[in-house]
C-alpha cells in the first residue's frame, strides 16, 4: 500500500528539499561483525526515485521534525542472565555507526533526511535510530512514514539477513514514548501486557495496532483483583521478535485518550515432562536413583578399581622396582648404613617360627582352595610372622580388623576401610543425604524412595569393587604365565627389570614377579560389637569369594578362639590350613631380648628370672627390652610390667573404672575364684569351676574373659577342659592381688556375702517345704514324707553351719581391713 501512495506524486507533497546535513551519530553498542548481503541497485531504480521526490514538493510552509525509527534484528535477544551472545558483539560508536550506513540509505531517503543520534537496545535485540526531515502541513501522507517506506523497501530488495538467527532486519515508526529501562530481571518475552491509563480499548482496536509487528496468539483482556488498579490486556504473539518490536514501538501510545503502558509478561510454560516426574515420585525417584548409580558405576568404579590395583601392586612405590632399588643400592646405602632390608622381622628368633613361615609360603605357592588362618594369643609373633612369610612376595595387601574396630561409627569404619584397600574417591556423605531425600520424599508422598543407602551397603561396594581390581590383577598373572605377549613398552620395561635382577639378585630364587593375590586380613574379630558385628561376616564371605573363583590367597590373623566357627560359615566344606602360635619356650624369649638388648649381652640370672616370669609373649619381651635399653634393671622393668598388668586386670577385670560394669558378662566376685585359684595353680579345672557356687553352670562368663584376654581356655577333644592365665604375665599380677591384703580381703567379704545369700534362700526354700508338708497331718506323718522332712531338715542344719562358717569369714575380711587402717 504504502509503495502505491508512494508512486503517486498526487498523494505525497510533504517533503523540502535543502542541503543535506552531516551525519551526527552517537551510539552505545553494536555488533562487532555484520553479514548483511546487499543486492545491487538498479540505476533506473534511482533515477525513478529522485523524480518521485521531485514531485512530492509543494509550496506549504517547512517545518523541521525530528523522529524514531525502531530497527529490529540488529542483535541477538537476552532471554536470560545466563545468555552471553551479548558479549560476541563490539560496544564502540564506528561499530553502530557501520551497522546504521549499512541499513539505512541516507542519500536515498527524501525529505531531507539526517540522523541524529543511534540508542542500541542489546537486551530486546533492536536499536533506536533517532532522526530529523523536512515536513510541511499541507501532506497528505505524513513524511515520516514516506521515510519509513524506503528504509523498508531498501531492507527488503537488499534482503538484510542476519548471520546470528538468519532472519532479516525490519524497520518500524516509533508511536509512542519508548522506555528506555535497563532493569536486570526483566527480558523480552512472547506475552506482553498493555495497561490502560484511560478508558478500555476493544480487542479490535488492541488487533489492529500490534499486528503489523507480527503475528498474534491470542489478545485477552482482564479485571485486576482491585478495581483500584487499571485493566490490562495480554497480548500474546507467535514470536518473541515480534513482541519486543511492539513493545519498543508502541509503549506511551495514546489512542482515544487511553495511554497504553507495555510491559513484557513472563509466560507460565507447563512442561509436560518435568510436570509428570513430580506427579509420580515413586516411579521417577527410584528410576533417578538408578540412573545415578549406573553413571557412578560407569565413571567413578573404574576409577576406584585402578587405585586399588595400584594400591596391590605398589605401581606408584619405586621400592618395587629393581632399577630404584639398584641405583639406591650404589648410591644412598652407600652412605647409610642403616639403610638395609629387615622385612625378616624378630620371627627368626626361635626356630618353629621359621618352620611355620615355610608352611605358609608353600601354600602360597599352590592355586587357593581355602583359607590360611593363623591364630594365637595376643603378642604370640602372628603378624611378624606372616609379614615375613610375605615379605619376598609382591600383590600383597593388607587390612587391619583393629584398626576397624577402634572406629567410633559405621561411616568412619567405612572410611578406613576404603583407605586401607586404596578405593579412591568416597563418597560417605553421599549416605547421609539419601536418607534425607528419602525422609523428605517419604514426608511428602507418603512412601519411601529407597534411595537409603546404609553404610554396610556401602562396605558391600568397596569390597565388589576390590574383588573386580583384585580379579584384573590375577588376570594379568595368568597372561604372564601363559607367555601371552606384551606391549612393546612393557616388554622393554620388563627386559630392563630381569636384567638388573640377574646382575644384583642372583640367587633370590623366590622372588616371583608373577603371583596371585595375597590379602591378609589382620586380627580379624578383634573387637566383637553391635557397631562393626555385621563387618566380620561381610569379609569373611568376600575372602570366601575370592579363594571359590581363584582371584587371591587369603590369610586370616586373629587372636580370637572363635575364628574357625566363624570362618567355617562361609566355607562349611573345606578345611582351613590352620597355624596355631603358642608362647615362645624360655631358651628362645632369652635369645630374643639378649639379641634386642646388644649382640654381645649375656643373661643373668635376674634376666633370666624376669624372662621366665613374662614367658614367651612376644609384646611383653617387647616391652622389657625397651625399659632396659633405657638403663632399667631387670627387676625394676619386671615390676613395672606386672604392675601395670595388675592394674589393667583390675580395671577391665573387675570393672572398677568402667561407666557401666553391667556390660561385663561376669561379676567381680566370680572372676576373683579364677585369679585365686590360677594364683596358686598355673592351671585349673574348668568344669570343677563352672559347676561350683558361684558360676552355676554358666559358661558365658568364662567365654566373656576369655575374649577379653583375662583367661585362655583350653580345648580337648573341641570341649572345654582347662583354664589358664590370659598370657604368662598375668600369673605374676593375680599373685600380687592375692597378696595384697586388702584387696583380697574386700573381695573375700564380697564372695562370703554372695553366699550367705544364696544359703538363707536355700535355708528359705526349706523352710517352706517343710512347713508345706507338716500341715496336711495333724499327728505323726506317713514314712514317705516323713523321710523327706528328715532330709530337708538335715539340709537346713548344713546349710545353718555354712553361714556360721562364712560370717565368721565376713567377720575376718572385715577385721583385715580395719587392721590395715593407718589413719594417714
Known sequence: MLRLIGRNPQLGAGCHRQARPSLALNSYATPSKRYITRSAVRRTEQETAAKETESMTSGGPVHEQTALMYLDNTFPLRVGFWDVRQYLFRNTGQSIKEKVDSLVPKDKIPCEFSINEAIPRTKDGGAFVQFKYQSDTQSIIPASKLIMKHVTDHLKEHNTITWFNFQPVRAFLVKGEPFMEDLVSRYPSLKLKVEFQGPDLTLE??????????RIFDITILSPASKELPRYAIVQFTRMRAATSARNCLHGLKMEGTRLNIGYESQMRTNVFKQWILDHPRITVPIMAASVAGITYAVFDPIRAFFIQAKVTQRF??????????????????????????????VGAWADREEDGDKIREWLNESPETFIVVSGPKGSGKSALVKSATSKKRNVIRISGDELANARNKNEITTTLAKQLGYYPVFTWVSSMNQLIDTLVS??????AGLSTTPDSQIKQILEVAAIALRKISADVEAHNDDQPLPWYKAL??????????????GNAEKDHAQLPIVIIDNYLYRESSVNSALW????????????NGIAHVIFVSANVGITKSLGKVMPNKTFENIMLSDAPL?????????????????????????????GRLTDLELLVQKMRAHASAEDALDDIVQRNMIEIRKYGFGEELQDSDELSWSGIQFWQVVKQLASENIMNYEELKWGAFFKGADKPFQGMEHAELITVVHRDGWPHAIRAGKPVYQAAFSRLVEDSVFAATMDLQSYNYLITITKDDIKSYEEEIDKLSKPFSGRAPREVETRIRYLLKKLADGQKAIESYEAEVKKSKDMISNSWSGK
Open 587 to 615: 631358651e628362645a624369649s632369652i635369645s630374643y631380648v639378649t639379641k634386642h638388648l646388644a649382640d654381645d649381652y649375656e643373661a643373668d640370672d635376674a634376666l633370666k628370672k624376669a624372662v621366665g616370669v613374662l614367658g
Open 537 to 548: 561376616d561381610e569379609l569373611a564371605e568376600w575372602a570366601a569369594l575370592l579363594v571359590e
Open 493 to 506: 620395561f620388563a627386559k630392563v627389570e630381569k636384567k638388573v635382577e640377574e646382575e644384583t639378585e642372583k
Open 443 to 448: 514426608a511428602t508422598t507418603g512412601q519411601k
Open 317 to 346: 612405590n619405586p621400592d618395587e622396582y629393581a632399577l630404584y632399588r639398584w641405583l639406591r643400592r650404589e648410591t644412598w646405602a652407600r652412605l647409610m648404613d642403616h639403610d638395609r632390608d629387615d622385612s625378616g622381622g624378630d
Open 205 to 214: 482496536q488492541l488487533y489492529t495496532n500490534f499486528r503489523p509487528y507480527g
